[in-house]
Every structure is written in C-alpha cells, then in structure tokens.
C-alpha cells in the first residue's frame, strides 16, 4: 500500500513537471472569461472566486510567457506567482464583493512577442 501512495506523486512529477504539480496542489483553476490577445497586447480577464477560497489563473496569451510579474496587487486578497505563467490569487476570510490585480507578462508566440498587461477583476460571492 505504501509503494502505490509513493508511486502516484512520482508518476505526476515525471509526467507533468514539478511547477504543474505545484499549482494542481494549491487550487483548482478560476472560473473566467477572458479576452484572449497576442503578445504586446492588453487583455481584461473576470474570475469568480467565494470567500476564503483560492483558484489558479494561468496566463493564457498564445506561445510562451519568458517573464511575468504583479504589477498590482489586491486589495482584498492575496497573489502569489506559482511559476512564470501561473498565479495564485486567494480571497481575504469574509469578504464579498470585487477586487482587481494586473499582471505584467513577456512572451513570444505565434503571431507577435511583447509586453502585455493583464487586468483581472475579481468577482468574490
């Protein structure tokens, strides 16, 4: 019984990498709507979240982020960078209502590389 509880983490590690397991670990994915845009562009995400609770918002532009960085924090919560292309944002205990942060990211994909900034409105209920 022991090998097979050991055996599973292992699997995931070598199968998805130790930053997925990470965020698989800490939440599960915001519930969003999102304006998808190329690198260089700005978008606007809106997640759901309820009070108490964490979700992870993956930057989802197409290609690959190379840097990423919060460029505003929360008033009513916390964000935490899980990796370059990951974050964690967590809602304070009791509070409902709205709250906002951006990201700042840089990447390069299939149409265009840049700088893009990325502003997200929380909706907390």
């Known amino acids: ?52 609770s964490s979700c992870v918002f993956p930057i989802t532009v197409r290609g690959a982020a190379s840097s990423s960085e919060i460029s505003l924090k929360p008033v009513h919560g916390k964000l935490k960078k899980l990796n370059v292309a990951t974050y964690e944002y967590k809602t304070k205990g009791r509070f409902k209502g709205t709250d906002t942060f951006v990201i700042k990211a840089t990447g390069k994909g299939p149409k265009a590389s840049g700088t893009s900034i990325i502003t997200v409105h929380a909706t907390i209920k």
Not at 8 to 13: R, Y
Not at 26 to 43: F, H, I, P, Q, T
């Open 1 to 52: 019984m022991r090998l097979s509880i050991l055996a599973v983490p292992a699997l995931i590690l070598a199968a998805s990498g130790s930053t997925c397991i990470s965020a698989a670990l800490a939440a599960s994915e915001c519930s969003r709507s999102m304006e998808l845009a190329d690198w260089g562009e700005n978008s606007t995400a809106d997640i759901s979240v309820t009070p108490g």
